[in-house]
């Protein structure tokens, strides 16, 4: 498992404001119980910010995906810089680390150790503030004459939305394809838009995204974050918001603090990243915590069916004992 983290600061000492800042690995037998491992770079990440005032990955990172390439591991990341971004007239102090962009990595030892490649892609004012969380949909079967796809996010400080690119020099170079899915209507659980997202293929062979998406109306963007699905359309080469599953657009599917999930999960829950068994079932990991003073886990929930409606979901993280964290 590759995860971000920080130990309250990003380079140089700068506080963050995001949960990133420094990528890390942890290995499990079972996928339930992981131990992290200690890497070469600062605070024991196997990959950190490069600290230089002039990097796109000089302030923060965050990981977005892993894929493997052949002899390779390539790695799909975010980076922050020290650029300062204005959110908007009336808003915050402008925010260093917000301006993210997307970058590569290689690796030849399995994950251990990376080397940069440079950036991906860069982001585009017309999509929002920055471009992030990339995660990768590589071609049934290897086929080489099928582009790669990268979906990512962006946000124009009103709203988040996800956005695809496509490869055909398998990540060497990228070019965008438009919007891929957005904000439900205004006051809809998902109206203040899109954020992370991953999509697999089923063991049926349908290609299915679990997204995470932020509550709109009077909250806006401080409204409840949900998980909900979409489906690809072949036909019409579109993601399509599930509406059978609940009736409603996409969801949601799951909510923090609802079950199956647990009371820590009651903020946020969101970064969903799943995983496909050769039995059918699908293991969906993601990030929560319990409020703005606690820090941020990852949990998993699991649908041994395979299915993604509300009840076909189990939590079988380890429960969080709130008394030793505190």
Same mark, same amino acid.
């Given at each position: 498992?590759?995860?971000?983290?920080?130990?309250?600061?990003?380079?140089?000492?700068?506080?963050?404001?995001?949960?990133?800042?420094?990528?890390?690995?942890?290995?499990?037998?079972?996928?339930?119980?992981?131990?992290?491992?200690?890497?070469?770079?600062?605070?024991?990440?196997?990959?950190?910010?490069?600290?230089?005032?002039?990097?796109?990955?000089?302030?923060?990172?965050?990981?977005?995906?892993?894929?493997?390439?052949?002899?390779?591991?390539?790695?799909?990341?975010?980076?922050?810089?020290?650029?300062?971004?204005?959110?908007?007239?009336?808003?915050?102090?402008?925010?260093?680390?917000?301006?993210?962009?997307?970058?590569?990595?290689?690796?030849?030892?399995?994950?251990?150790?990376?080397?940069?490649?440079?950036?991906?892609?860069?982001?585009?004012?017309?999509?929002?503030?920055?471009?992030?969380?990339?995660?990768?949909?590589?071609?049934?079967?290897?086929?080489?004459?099928?582009?790669?796809?990268? %979906?990512?996010?962006?946000?124009?400080?009103?709203?988040?939305?996800?956005?695809?690119?496509?490869?055909?020099?398998?990540?060497?170079?990228?070019?965008?394809?438009?919007?891929?899915?957005?904000?439900?209507?205004?006051?809809?659980?998902?109206?203040?838009?899109?954020?992370?997202? %991953?999509?697999?293929?089923?063991?049926?062979?349908?290609?299915?995204?679990?997204?995470?998406?932020?509550?709109?109306?009077?909250?806006?963007?401080?409204?409840?974050?949900?998980?909900?699905?979409?489906?690809?359309?072949?036909?019409?080469?579109?993601?399509?918001?599930?509406?059978?599953?609940?009736?409603?657009?996409?969801?949601?599917?799951?909510?923090?603090?609802?079950?199956?999930?647990?009371?820590?999960?009651?903020?946020?829950?969101?970064?969903?990243?799943?995983?496909?068994?050769?039995?059918?079932?699908?293991?969906?990991?993601?990030?929560?915590?319990?409020?703005?003073?606690?820090?941020?886990?990852?949990?998993?929930?699991?649908?041994?069916?395979?299915?993604?409606?509300?009840?076909?979901?189990?939590?079988?993280?380890?429960?969080?004992?709130?008394?030793?964290?505190?």
């Amino acid at each position: 498992m590759y995860y971000y983290g920080n130990p309250g600061s990003w380079a140089n000492g700068i506080k963050g404001f995001l949960p990133s800042g420094y990528i890390g690995l942890a290995e499990s037998d079972d996928g339930v119980h992981w131990e992290k491992v200690t890497g070469k770079e600062d605070y024991g990440s196997i990959l950190a910010p490069t600290g230089q005032e002039g990097d796109f990955d000089g302030l923060q990172i965050g990981v977005g995906d892993v894929i493997r390439v052949g002899e390779e591991l390539h790695m799909y990341y975010f980076g922050g810089s020290f650029e300062a971004v204005v959110l908007g007239e009336g808003g915050p102090p402008p925010a260093k680390g917000l301006r993210m962009r997307i970058g590569r990595a290689k690796s030849t030892d399995n994950g251990r150790s990376w080397t940069r490649t440079g950036q991906a892609l860069d982001y585009d004012s017309s999509e929002g503030l920055f471009a992030s969380w990339p995660r990768i949909i590589l071609p049934e079967n290897d086929d080489d004459t099928k582009p790669w796809r990268m %979906h990512y996010h962006a946000f124009n400080g009103v709203r988040w939305a996800a956005f695809e690119a496509t490869s055909t020099d398998k990540g060497d170079t990228w070019t965008r394809d438009g919007m891929a899915l957005g904000p439900g209507p205004q006051d809809a659980w998902d109206g203040s838009g899109v954020g992370v997202r %991953h999509a697999v293929r089923t063991k049926a062979g349908e290609l299915v995204m679990v997204y995470e998406a932020v509550e709109g109306g009077s909250q806006g963007s401080a409204g409840r974050h949900c998980l909900g699905v979409a489906r690809w359309d072949d036909k019409d080469s579109v993601w399509v918001k599930d509406t059978s599953i609940t009736g409603v657009p996409g969801g949601p599917i799951l909510d923090g603090g609802v079950e199956p999930l647990e009371s820590w999960t009651s903020q946020v829950i969101g970064t969903p990243y799943l995983v496909v068994a050769d039995d059918g079932s699908i293991k969906l990991y993601y990030c929560s915590r319990t409020d703005s003073s606690t820090s941020m886990h990852i949990g998993l929930v699991e649908s041994a069916s395979g299915k993604f409606d509300p009840s076909s979901w189990k939590a079988v993280s380890p429960r969080v004992d709130r008394a030793a964290e505190n």
